[in-house]
């Protein structure tokens, strides 16, 4: 398996940005992705997780109602909707894949990891 992140940038805050994991490999499908965020200094931080199914999502409290993950099973794609950015959003964004279809906040769990997209909002 293998995930390319991309659609960082810089944006202001209270914009918006949208970002994508592209999927390639054996039996994607069979794996449900996570987005996870890291600063300098710091521990990986989940962000979200998604079944392919796309029935459900789950979000950390921080950006629950701002971040909105979704899928393109055509495109074996995922993104990363991040609407009303603030300051402390800025990091290095990663998609992941676990082959356990339960929500995983652990990054640990996670098997497959893309090379990261740096988002940075300024005040």
């Known amino acids: 398996v293998q995930l390319q992140a991309s659609g960082g940038g810089l944006v202001q805050a209270g914009g918006s940005l949208r970002l994508s994991c592209a999927a390639s490999?054996?039996?994607?499908?069979?794996?449900?992705m996570g987005w996870f965020r890291q600063t300098p200094g710091k521990e990986r931080e989940f962000v979200g997780f998604?079944?392919?199914?796309?029935?459900?999502?789950y979000y950390a409290d921080s950006v629950e109602g701002r971040f909105t993950i979704s899928t393109d099973n055509a495109k074996n794609t995922v993104y990363l909707q991040m609407n009303n950015l603030k300051p402390e959003d800025t990091a290095v964004y990663y998609c992941?894949?676990?082959?356990?279809?339960?929500?995983?906040?652990?990054?640990?769990?996670?098997?497959?990891w893309g090379q990261g997209t740096l988002v940075t909002v300024s005040s």
């Open positions: 992941a894949a676990t082959s356990t279809s339960n929500v995983i906040v652990v990054p640990s769990r996670y098997r497959y």
């Open positions: 490999g054996r039996a994607i499908s069979s794996y449900a």
């Open positions: 998604i079944r392919w199914s796309g029935s459900d999502a």
